[in-house]
């Protein structure tokens, strides 16, 4: 397990809100790990769920 972050420290790193991390951990897109009265993310789930969703470079230059 990596370091635990917060919901901001999370929205930082993918350049969203803190509702929509909520929101993504809520509907199971991002993992969280809920403790009374806090919700935290581990930062090696977080580098996954970034990876996962990394488009490949070849495609981009298609898609446009």
Request: net charge positive; hydrophobic share 50%; proline share 3%.
């Amino acid at each position: 397990m990596g370091k635990l972050l917060r919901a901001i420290e999370v929205a930082a790193r993918l350049a969203v809100s803190r509702a929509i991390v909520y929101r993504w951990a809520k509907e199971g897109w991002l993992r969280s790990v809920q403790m009374p009265g806090v919700v935290r993310f581990d930062e090696d789930d977080v580098e996954k769920f970034i990876a996962d969703r990394k488009t490949p470079a070849a495609y981009r230059r298609h898609a446009a």
